[in-house]
């Protein structure tokens, strides 16, 4: 930083011969003159670096000080300057080439949404993009609270949105939605029923009457505790039954997988496609786009160019590397197809088991016909309990009187 800053300002670099060059370094900070890489050269030389206010200052002291200044050599934007000011037609280059670099600096080249969680990025830049915020839009441009507003009303899962425009970047600032609890209309009649077949292991019943006890025996769509309730002081009536009920459930998976696989052996061959993209618009650097070989990867680098301020520009180089490979079939052993197909399992497991806890997996495996298969079988303890309303026959009994 130190270094771009001395460039801006320019620096020259001067030779000073006089008989005691102690007397340089007193002269300058008698009167307050920078300078550094002070380097004797002979006994009665030495070179400095200094800034041109503190050169000329210098200069004008050199005489009455006994200094001879032999050489100067000048370098920075001034001296660069100093040299062109005459070549009009590069002057106007670069005068246009700065007010385009600014002008492109107001519009928006890159978005980024952060704060989001279930709501898809890209649900909140299309709502963005139909409001009129999107990359090419005029930055200075956009009312962010008449944005905000209007994002709010397409996209419900949000409660709070902020845009804020830094040059050529829009930085989407969002607050997500956090949903009511379910109200629980006590008034309505409910049963509890099972979800999944399993043994009754606990039983958390906040109202209504259990059907079933802990160790006994379920199947799916079983009235695990009824909304029909029988007093002696109000008779039977209906109540919004709660309950949650674990019990023990069974899986049992099945995956094959044949003995051999198909492996890719990379040539080493490689090609390089490279594009620049301007906004939407592609512009491929290359004549011959198709590739010879029938088997291949890619891997895309895309770099989006940058200002020095750390703005985007809506230019990218996109660069597309190919790599060749020959498919081989490949022997696999029934170890490694084992391992693959109880992960395999395993994980099937655990996404419909939700939030039930495994407590215990037995797996067993068969080949046959160069066919790998694994069984697993396994029990979790899951909350099988769910709600539902009553049926016609259900409040039909319910109008009934209790059994005396």
Known sequence: MKKALNFMRGTIQIEVECRDPARFVNVCAQHEIEFWRLRKTSPTTVTAHMFRGGYRKFRNLSENAGFDIK???ESGVPVFLRGIRKRYVLLFGMALCLLTVHMISLFIWELEVIGNADVPASLILEALDEVGVGIGSFGPGIATMSVSNEVILRVPELSWIAVNVRGSRAQVLVRERVPRPEIIDEARPVMVFAERPGEIVRMNVLEGSRVFTVGDTVEVGDVLVTGIVDSLSSGRRTVHAIAEVYAITRYEKSAQMPLEAVIKEHTGNTQTRRSLVIADRRINLFVNGRISWSYYDRITNRRVLRLPTGGALPLAMVTDVYSQYIPHMSALSV?????ILRDSLLRSLYD???????????FTTEVEGGVVTVTM?????EQIGAARDFTEEELEEARMPPPE
């Open 71 to 73: 050489t100067a050599r």
């Open 335 to 339: 170890s490694d197809a084992e391992s």
């Open 352 to 362: 419909e088991a939700g939030r039930g806890t495994v407590i215990s997996v037995e």
């Open 377 to 381: 079988i396994a029990e979790c303890i």
